[in-house]
């Protein structure tokens, strides 16, 4: 038989267990239930939705300048297919020409220092000097889509 005491000691124990209980839940509920706030914003989520980004004239011509003199160093035959085919024959005639004419510049850094923008039959087109007083003419027709002249006089752009 159970004296009163141990009991009172069940007793307690089980209302220590029944409060504890009940906190837990009202816890869970109040601020630990973030999975229908989550469903929710996977229910919203919209796949290759469009969220417009602006970059200005000068960030575009940055980055097809360090993509081209990137490539220049580190990939000579992506950065001679990107030049405009007509310009590429009659400036160079063959990549040999051109790698020399690479190895020529001989400088390891570059920096912008003026371009310009112009729309010329649907293109857009980018002239861009670095600090060595090179021209670089980027014609694009899309995003990091473009062709490159060295110089404008070769050719017309």
């Given at each position: 038989?159970?004296?009163?005491?141990?009991?009172?000691?069940?007793?307690?124990?089980?209302?220590?267990?029944?409060?504890?209980?009940?906190?837990?839940?009202?816890?869970?509920?109040?601020?630990?239930?973030?999975s229908d706030n989550y469903?929710?914003?996977?229910?919203?989520?919209?796949?290759?939705?469009?969220?417009?980004?602006?970059?200005?004239?000068?960030?575009?011509?940055?980055?097809?300048?360090?993509?081209?003199?990137?490539?220049?160093?580190?990939?000579?035959?992506?950065?001679?297919?990107?030049?405009?085919?007509?310009?590429?024959?009659?400036?160079?005639?063959?990549?040999?020409?051109?790698?020399?004419?690479?190895?020529?510049?001989?400088?390891?850094?570059?920096?912008?220092?003026?371009?310009?923008?112009?729309?010329?039959?649907?293109?857009?087109?980018?002239?861009?000097?670095?600090?060595?007083?090179?021209?670089?003419?980027?014609?694009?027709?899309?995003?990091?889509?473009?062709?490159?002249?060295?110089?404008?006089?070769?050719?017309?752009?």
């Open positions: 038989m159970m004296n009163s005491k141990s009991i009172k000691s069940v007793v307690i124990i089980a209302i220590i267990v029944v409060i504890f209980g009940l906190v837990y839940f009202l816890f869970k509920t109040i601020f630990g239930n973030n469903n929710q914003y996977l229910k919203d989520y919209k796949v290759n939705e469009y969220i417009p980004t602006y970059v200005s004239d000068e960030s575009m011509v940055k980055i097809y300048l360090n993509d081209y003199v990137y490539n220049m160093y580190y990939d000579i035959d992506k950065a001679y297919n990107s030049l405009d085919e007509n310009y590429r024959n009659e400036k160079f005639g063959n990549k040999e020409n051109y790698i020399n004419y690479v190895n020529s510049l001989n400088y390891s850094t570059y920096n912008l220092t003026r371009y310009y923008k112009q729309e010329k039959d649907g293109y857009i087109i980018f002239g861009a000097y670095d600090q060595n007083n090179n021209l670089y003419i980027f014609k694009t027709k899309g995003v990091m889509q473009y062709v490159v002249f060295l110089d404008d006089y070769t050719v017309e752009i």
